[in-house]
Structures are given as structure tokens and as C-alpha cells.
């Protein structure tokens, strides 16, 4: 079970990571647009703002799944760290249930903003709505995704000590 959750994750990974440098790309490219044809032209691209911010919105959402999937997310575990193993285990599946719930209501309140979505569109890029709202429950999910296997990883040593970076350790 738990390797099948790894292959699936393996490949949502890749996705997510190939969006995020994309959708990256787009939105520094929408923003010099911006830039040049506000300062250069003494024009505002609507347009590329738009542009701009929907892709920040799903680049936020996606980027924090790639980060869950690095444990990259801030986290205060020093209290924990000092439980012994069984107590560490229960809080590591006390914060992960947490945050799925977190996320869980995330996801299950965005269905009428969905609903409301497919009616409205952007003003600038006519999109409709649905499309960009779809970034939560979506980056929702990818997260609930990645936390599972992060506890399941974790499992025998729920709070391990950071690993120093290359700077640390010159220092």
C-alpha cells in the first residue's frame, strides 16, 4: 500500500513541480509585461495581470504540496521531538488529522465557490472563474496526499533532527 501511495506521489511530484516551474515562468514573464508596458509604453496590460495573479493563486497552492513533499513547511516540533516514540507518534498523527481536517473543510467549502464560478468570468482574459477557484480544492487534496505519506515515512522517527545545510556545516 504504502509503495503504491509512494509511485502515485512520485508522479503527482513531477506534475506539480513541472506547473509550478511553469506557472513560475508565466507569471515573471506576465509581470515584466507589466512593467514594460505600464513604464515603457504608458500602458496597463489588464491582461497580464490577471495572468500574473492566476498563476501566483495556483502557484501558491501547488508549491505548498511540493514543499509538504520536502518537508519544507515550518514546523515548531521541539516539544514533540522530546516524546518518547509512542507519545511522537500520536502527536504526529494528532497534527497530520489537524491539518486534514484543515484541509478537508478547505476543499468542501470551495464547492459553492465552484458552483458561483461556472458563472462568472474574469474580467480581462474572460476565463471563467471555475477554473481558477479549482486551485484549492486540487491543491488541497495534493497536500492531504503528500501528509500521508510523509506520516507513513515518518513513522519510526516522527521528529527527526534537521539536517544541516552545507553552510552550517562550514561553519
Avoid at 474572460?126 to 477557484?133: C, D, S
Avoid at 515515512?153 to 521528529?159: E, G, I, L
Amino acid at each position: 500500500m504504502l509503495a503504491l501511495l509512494e509511485r502515485l506521489c512520485l508522479i503527482l511530484r513531477r506534475l506539480a513541480s513541472g506547473a509550478v516551474i511553469l506557472l513560475f515562468s508565466v507569471m515573471m514573464i506576465a509581470v515584466l509585461a507589466q512593467v514594460v508596458g505600464r513604464y515603457l509604453l504608458n500602458y496597463s496590460i489588464a491582461s497580464a495581470t490577471e495572468i500574473a495573479t492566476f498563476s501566483q493563486i495556483w502557484l501558491v497552492l501547488l508549491g505548498a504540496g511540493v514543499a509538504m513533499a520536502r518537508n519544507q513547511h515550518v514546523a515548531i516540533d521541539m516539544l514533540p521531538a522530546m516524546l518518547p516514540l509512542r507519545l511522537a507518534r500520536i502527536a504526529l498523527l494528532a497534527i497530520a488529522a489537524v491539518t486534514i481536517a484543515f484541509l478537508a473543510v478547505l476543499a468542501y467549502g470551495t464547492l459553492p465557490l465552484l458552483k458561483l464560478g461556472a458563472f462568472q468570468s474574469s474580467p480581462a482574459l474572460g476565463l471563467p472563474m471555475k477554473w481558477i477557484y479549482l486551485c484549492l480544492p486540487v491543491g488541497a487534496a495534493y497536500i492531504a496526499i503528500e501528509l500521508v505519506l510523509s506520516v507513513a515515512r515518518r513513522w519510526n522517527d516522527p521528529f527527526p533532527e534537521p539536517v544541516a545545510d552545507g553552510i552550517e556545516e562550514a561553519i
